[in-house]
């Protein structure tokens, strides 16, 4: 696992430029680096040193030295790729995954991403072809950040390491934070700047001669196939899934699982327990907030299969690791499990360097309720000519229920189905609407971005799902949107922060592509979600955790805002600071700010918002580090230190870090010191309406 960055320009390439970036992804790689150096390419990484501990530094070099390449992920069939390539007559200098790739392009070219089973995003230098190729693995477990100007291109795991350049004017596409309202993140291929963007995952992009290509090389296939029966079906679950658990296991270094007491964590603990000879050790996060809080269940699993298990429990907002939050999170990013996560990957970044976790279950097997929703709305659907009547209805009775109540969510329900699909889709999945960013743009922003609509992603991807219906098409849709543009980049960042790599044997792709073709009845069954996987467990786990109702990995939010987080909400969204951008109406960020301390719950807008701002200040500040940020959480800490949030409870404490590469909990002043914080913050340029919705505008 590494970071890598690098640079391709006819003209020359200044290699201290790729130094200076690779020093900012440090956290990523804390054991070592390395750069190739020509005239017009620099490639250079940070590694994390987990497989060929004493053999595997990069860059790696073909035999002739003409190929060469960095990597950043695990490849986890490298020993059958090995085994391959000797058999050829290649020749391999070190033990370990990364250098399969040159040789594999060798002998495939650009088609060597077919062969590879992991993660990864690499770049690789064609010196004889003068030809830069960079790739992303097929869901996007591993980020990669581009941009390209007069002719040149830069490339990096982080997007904080393309803006190192003071050079650099840091202009906010408002396109991207348009989006960014919608969905809670900023989706690919959009960046949060301008001229800059990511490479969507299951891509290739081509670099040779100052012209750019970008291909898309995986789509998971969701048609339909013919299944067996249940049990049969069942079988075939638990073979791939103790398959992609066991491939996950490999490394030299100490490896554990998050283990949340939901079903997926829950399972992949199940799967490494029966694969492993020794306790495995698992790190739970919880709360004092009773709904909130799944340790209980999290115990019975541990207890059952007997790990190793450290715990945490957050007893108000962790207001001590906001900074160390935007600094990593260098684009706004609003989901707020980002905290917790952020948090358990502190607690077991002190003992392991590999976690196991149980990302992708939910979207390959049916996992959350919105998939019974959907269901039950498709039940009520009529035809398009009666949907306006029943949408109307169904807000009449929102307006005349109380909220939380039954009828409320009915009349949820009915305006849901009386929009199209991909339309009903996007409401569940947004935090502001059109209308309410239109509410609380100021009118130069709401200018900036008129005629454009963030449903159309969704619609789009709906469009392009090969899904059987409208359920394991919603399924296939997140697969391609919410996975990779929220969860993954979550898991990612909040685990790189504390140099511990992540594995999901959810996500193996052979997995995923036998799940995908699965018919929605075995997915959701009346209102049961993952019918198929449960009954696979039954073996494995308590029939009565099996039953309970998902609980996500949420965090008390809305309290949150009425009480410890108000104060910082309050000063950061509203002071001049804020308004002087120019971006949000002053008056609307207030009235939500006051009818959410009344009541209402504008929680999942006002954090957007907020974490807007905090990025903003952090990655775009008017002064020359983030004190304002700092100082506002100062003065709202106000917890007594026996129980302050982050302190390990229940368990026996977490022991100081042995691991002298281990990354301070929050960003001194000499760290902020070095953050990108010489460019001013400006307004977007406006552009014609037609192509503001274009993106990106890269090449």
């Given amino acids: 696992m590494c970071a890598i960055a690098g640079a391709v320009c006819p003209d020359g390439v200044d290699p201290d430029t790729v130094r200076d970036m690779c020093e900012t992804l440090v956290h990523r790689g804390p054991d070592g680096s390395g750069m190739h150096v020509e005239h017009s390419v620099v490639l250079g990484t940070r590694r994390l040193a987990v497989v060929d501990v004493a053999g595997g530094d990069q860059p790696v070099y073909s035999e002739d030295g003409h190929v060469v390449a960095v990597f950043n992920g695990e490849i986890y069939n490298f020993a059958e790729l090995r085994a391959e390539l000797l058999a050829k007559g290649h020749r391999l200098a070190a033990n370990g995954d990364s250098e399969c790739l040159v040789h594999l392009y060798e002998e495939h070219g650009d088609a060597l991403v077919h062969r590879l089973r992991g993660m990864f995003a690499f770049a690789l230098w064609d010196g004889r072809r003068r030809r830069l190729l960079l790739a992303r693995d097929r869901v996007g477990k591993k980020p990669l950040y581009w941009e390209t100007r007069s002719g040149s291109l830069r490339f990096a795991s982080e997007l904080k390491a393309l803006v190192r350049d003071p050079n650099r004017r840091g202009e906010i596409d408002p396109v991207a934070l348009h989006h960014y309202l919608t969905f809670q993140y900023v989706p690919a291929p959009w960046s949060i700047f301008e001229e800059i963007g990511k490479l969507p995952p299951g891509s290739t992009l081509v670099w040779q001669e100052g012209r750019v290509r970008v291909d898309r090389y995986w789509r998971l296939d969701a048609t339909p196939r013919p299944v067996a029966a249940v049990e049969e079906e069942a079988e075939r679950l638990r073979e791939l899934l103790l398959e992609a658990t066991r491939l996950r296991m490999t490394g030299e270094r100490p490896i554990g699982a998050f283990l949340s007491g939901g079903v997926d964590s829950s399972a992949v603990v199940a799967a490494m327990a029966r694969q492993s000879s020794r306790p495995v050790r698992t790190f739970c996060v919880g709360f004092e907030e009773a709904a909130f809080d799944e340790r209980a269940h999290a115990g019975e699993v541990?207890?059952?299969?007997g790990t190793d298990h450290s715990e945490l429990v957050l007893s108000d907002a962790p207001l001590d690791v906001f900074p160390t939050l935007a600094w990593h999170f260098d684009e706004p990013f609003?989901?707020?499990?980002a905290i917790p996560s952020l948090l358990v990957a502190r607690l077991s970044g002190r003992e392991v360097t590999v976690v196991l976790n149980g990302d992708g279950g939910d979207e390959s097997f049916g996992g959350y309720r919105r998939y019974t929703l959907l269901r039950w709305i498709s039940r009520l659907r009529m035809p398009s000519a009666a949907?306006?009547?029943l949408g109307a209805a169904g807000r009449s009775v929102q307006a005349l229920s109380r909220p939380g109540s039954m009828l409320r969510k009915a009349g949820w329900g009915m305006e849901l189905a009386g929009l199209p699909t991909a339309g009903g889709y996007t409401r569940l999945m947004s935090y502001f609407t059109e209308e309410q960013k239109r509410q609380v743009y100021t009118?130069?922003?709401?200018?900036?971005?008129a005629g454009v609509h963030s449903g159309d992603i969704i619609e789009r991807a709906f469009e392009e799902s090969s899904a059987g219906c409208d359920l394991t098409r919603a399924m296939d849709v997140d697969v391609n949107t919410y996975l990779p543009g929220d969860l993954l980049v979550k898991t990612d960042i909040s685990t790189m922060a504390y140099s511990l790599e992540a594995r999901s044997p959810f996500l193996d792709h052979v997995l995923m592509e036998w799940a995908a073709g699965l018919p929605g009845e075995l997915k959701v069954r009346g209102g049961t979600t993952k019918y198929l996987l449960k009954h696979a467990l039954a073996g494995?786990?308590?029939a009565h955790l099996l039953r309970r109702p998902k609980m996500g990995f949420g965090v008390p939010l809305a309290s949150w805002l009425r009480s410890g987080l108000r104060p910082l909400a309050h000063d950061l969204l509203t002071d001049a600071t804020a308004r002087d951008r120019g971006i949000f109406d002053p008056k609307v960020v207030a009235r939500l700010l006051a009818e959410h301390a009344a009541g209402r719950d504008h929680?999942?807008?006002?954090?957007?918002?907020l974490q807007f701002e905090l990025w903003h200040r952090t990655h775009l500040p008017e002064q020359p580090a983030v004190q304002p940020v700092a100082r506002s959480i100062e003065q709202s800490v106000a917890r007594p230190a026996a129980r302050s949030a982050g302190q390990p409870v229940v368990r026996p404490a977490v022991q100081p870090a042995s691991r002298s590469t281990e990354q301070p909990a929050v960003p001194s002043a000499a760290r902020s010191a070095v953050q990108p914080a010489v460019r001013p913050a400006v307004q977007p340029t406006a552009q014609p309406a037609e192509d503001r919705h274009?993106?990106?505008?890269?090449?």
Wanted: proline content about 12%; cysteine-free; aromatic content about 12%.
């Fill in 387 to 389: 949907s306006p009547l």
């Fill in 603 to 609: 929680s999942k807008r006002i954090w957007a918002l």
């Fill in 334 to 337: 609003a989901d707020s499990s």
């Fill in 694 to 699: 274009r993106r990106p505008r890269l090449t």
């Fill in 540 to 542: 494995w786990l308590p």
């Fill in 302 to 305: 541990s207890a059952l299969y």
């Fill in 443 to 449: 009118p130069w922003q709401r200018g900036l971005v």
